[in-house]
């Protein structure tokens, strides 16, 4: 059954501001809805293991959650540096992965077609992930292409070849948003297409993820997860989340001014590390800094109890020593739903420091999955 969002803001699962104020929810999407009803395609789940060596959600990724080619080349490394691992026990495969999403993508062309044509869009190579969409296409045997590489003619999307105009059926997207059509989004942008996002909503290509996704990406949206796993499945959820402060909340804001230095504080709307405050590491004056954005704009920060991660033997400058860790598995949904068999891990390569995010100075490990 399918159940509209006003249903939802009706028996007060979400409240209703909180969507409608973020700053992903795209107006332009209302009304409309991609191929199964599946907007992130591709979702990115951020698993931590607290103190008390409980697995629990961190986060959520599905705008256009980046890492998978990490973990596909660090299993790559370690078949050819520790074979006997992989003789000695019976690993479960990563590397089904890029042929996985391209049948993902062959799923949500929306229209049936012969011979469906695919493309990986990047912002190009000054991109800090141009690897990684450099990576998949290769892997998938598809053209990665750029946003001038593009165009559109009577609301169908082509590329550019050699050869003349091709017809482009599903578009794998790696810019935000904002910058998808400058025709609908930012009127400056030159990294998207114009007439793009009418093509999508027309049903001529398949975009994924799916415009609009960020609002599930917001960390505010986060802590009613739980909530909407009960209305949806009518299940519990079998992982827990981390508590979250919502500071919108006057109580929840009072409370975080008060404890600030016992709490990790994020950005609502934010990624890749930037702008956290952890308190029990921060300095005085980087307290009260955040306190004032606090409350200047309580409604663009959450806080969270200082979950203190599990560790993995990491070597160093020092030796081998403890570094703190999470895991991202991946989640792929067209018609079906498919999950890695392991995934990134992400190592705080500092020492003592819980920050994992590569652009923040982390690095990553391969995680193996023992078949029994």
Known sequence: MFITIEKIFKDNIIPEELVFNSPF?????????????AWSNISGIDLIRNINGEFMVLEDNLRVPSGVSYMLENRMVMRDVFPELFTKYKVSSVHQYPN???HCMLECVPRKTRNPHMCVLTPGRYNSAYFEHRFL?????????????LFVEKDFVYMKTVTGPMKVDCIYRRIDDNFLDPKVFYKYSLLGVPGLFKCWRKGNVGIINAPGTGIADDKAIYSYVDKMIKFYLDEEPKLKQVQTFLCRKKIHKDHV????SKLVVKPTNGSGGNGILIGPKASKE????????????????IAQPLEI???NPTISEEGIEPRHLDLRPFVLTGKKSWVTTGGLTRVALK????IVNSS???GSKDTMVIEV
């Open 351 to 354: 020492k003592g420091s819980t």
């Open 137 to 149: 296409a290769e892997q998938m045997g598809i053209a990665l292409v750029e946003g001038k590489d």
């Open 286 to 301: 980087e307290r009260e800094n955040m306190i004032d954005k606090i409350k200047a704009k309580p409604c663009d920060y």
């Open 25 to 37: 929810y795209l107006r332009e999407c209302y009304g409309f809805s991609p191929k199964y009803k």
């Open 360 to 362: 923040q100075g982390g």
């Open 100 to 102: 996985k999403l391209y």
């Open 309 to 311: 991660l599990s560790t």
């Open 257 to 260: 001014i008060e404890n600030i």
